[in-house]
């Protein structure tokens, strides 16, 4: 026995009463439901069956499955009462109809077909057939999407045969077998196959906001706000543009050029530091002998290792003991002999080699004075 979607007939419908078909360990099939199982990157409904909570809802084995984590209270043939969780639905009704609207506009206005979507809590993406967009045209898209969404346009659903589908001009072609396929129409805007809840009119899906795109399997991936969420991100970059201008005392059409200047300039410093270590590092291998613990970065002693036998140790900003060996090939197989001993990792090539080890600088210290004094007197 199918179970009826009543999520289709009316997508808006919070409660139901409806009876057990199968109890599994997962959670309850019934004879019709208001959830809707995931499928089309649309997630299912979450909500309650007689105050239990359904965590989702799927296909499974031919079924629709609202999964829960207590079933076994229940028994087939019984009378249950459905309420669905109305904030989580809707969101996602509202997502589905703004993604059919901007991967329609794609096609429509630009000729990029859609590959794949993903529909999230507060943001939606977009996988476009093409190896580049530009912004220029993504914010034409965005444009065209909330001029459409504010014209309030109709959204419907029917059912037709396969023949009758193609003959509508639907975005793209037909991929679900059967005798019958779902055809999800925005008036004016996009028609395609699709078997998710809609809103029934654009204005309900709320405005989009395009944040960016980013390279994925030779296509590009757009990512959009929608609805609440265009609303929190827009919020979220006035405040971020808002402290950046304090911060760097720059109006706002100003911060990027502030920015760059701050780059320039840890550039220079950068290089002056990478100067001032590199010296400070040939000074202390100079006095301190060939064996000896630095509160220097390591990298400053690289240069050192070509014509040198020193082994140097430190921590990285994590606590982390680190140790760098100048010498040849030999001098490190002496070392590597015993790394078990002391936790030691690493490798490299002459006349470089560097690590990490499990022990203390003072340990490695000793270690290294005997191998090197060791190798010196031969």
């Known amino acids: 026995m199918s179970t009826e979607p009543v999520y289709y007939t009316d997508p808006?419908?919070?409660?139901?009463?409806?009876?057990?078909?199968?109890?599994?360990?997962?959670?309850?099939?019934?004879?019709?439901?208001?959830?809707?199982?995931?499928?089309?990157g649309?997630?299912?409904?979450?909500?309650?069956?007689?105050?239990?909570?359904?965590?989702?809802?799927v296909h499974r084995d031919g079924a629709i499955v609202h999964l829960m984590d207590s079933p076994s209270g229940f028994s087939v043939g019984q009378r249950v009462s459905l309420r669905l969780d109305w904030d989580h639905r809707f969101r996602f009704m509202r997502a589905h109809t703004a993604e059919?609207?901007?991967?329609?506009?794609?096609?429509?206005?630009?000729?990029?077909?859609?590959?794949?979507?993903h529909l999230a809590?507060?943001?939606?993406?977009?996988?476009?057939?093409?190896?580049?967009?530009?912004?220029e045209s993504a914010w034409k898209v965005e444009?065209?999407?909330?001029?459409?969404?504010?014209?309030?346009?109709?959204?419907?659903?029917?059912?037709?045969?396969?023949?009758?589908?193609?003959?509508?001009?639907?975005?793209?072609?037909?991929k679900v077998d059967g005798d019958c396929v779902r055809v999800v129409e925005i008036e004016g805007v996009d028609r395609i196959g699709c078997g998710g809840v809609h809103v029934s009119h654009t204005s309900q899906a709320g405005l989009v906001s395009y944040a960016g795109c980013e390279p994925i399997r030779s296509h590009v991936r757009t990512?959009?706000?929608?609805?609440?969420?265009?609303?929190?991100?827009?919020?979220?970059?006035?405040?971020?543009?808002?402290?950046?201008?304090?911060?760097?005392?720059?109006?706002?059409?100003?911060?990027?050029?502030?920015?760059?200047?701050?780059?320039?300039?840890k550039n220079v410093l950068s290089?002056?530091?990478?100067?001032?270590?590199?010296?400070?590092?040939?000074?202390?291998?100079?006095?301190?002998?060939p064996v000896f613990t630095t509160d220097l970065p390591l990298e400053a002693f690289q240069k050192l290792a070509s014509g040198a036998r020193f082994f140097v140790t430190g921590t990285d900003a994590e606590g982390r003991v680190?140790?760098?060996?100048?010498?040849?090939?030999?001098?490190?197989?002496?070392?590597?002999?015993?790394?078990?001993e002391f936790g030691m990792r690493g490798g490299g090539k002459a006349p470089l080699w560097q690590g990490s080890a499990g022990c203390g600088c003072t340990e490695l210290e000793a270690l290294a004075r005997s191998l090197i004094l060791e190798d010196d007197n031969g």
Not at 42 to 57: A, E, F, M, N, Y
């Open 12 to 40: 808006y419908l919070v409660t139901l009463d409806a009876q057990v078909v199968r109890v599994l360990d997962c959670g309850l099939v019934l004879d019709r439901t208001i959830f809707y199982p995931e499928g089309g």
């Open 42 to 57: 649309q997630p299912g409904d979450r909500g309650w069956i007689d105050g239990v909570l359904v965590t989702g809802t």
């Open 100 to 117: 059919h609207m901007i991967a329609g506009t794609f096609h429509s206005a630009l000729g990029i077909p859609t590959v794949a979507i």
């Open 121 to 135: 809590d507060d943001y939606l993406t977009v996988e476009l057939d093409t190896h580049e967009l530009d912004d």
């Open 143 to 174: 444009s065209l999407v909330n001029r459409a969404i504010l014209e309030d346009h109709r959204v419907s659903a029917g059912v037709f045969t396969h023949d009758q589908a193609e003959a509508l001009g639907l975005r793209r072609s037909i």
């Open 223 to 265: 990512i959009w706000y929608y609805g609440d969420g265009a609303f929190s991100a827009a919020r979220r970059e006035r405040a971020a543009v808002k402290e950046a201008s304090r911060l760097l005392s720059a109006q706002t059409g100003e911060i990027a050029d502030a920015i760059r200047r701050l780059i320039d300039t």
């Open 271 to 289: 290089a002056r530091l990478r100067e001032a270590e590199a010296r400070l590092a040939r000074c202390q291998l100079e006095s301190q002998g």
């Open 322 to 340: 680190r140790w760098l060996l100048g010498g040849d090939a030999a001098l490190f197989a002496a070392f590597k002999a015993r790394f078990a």
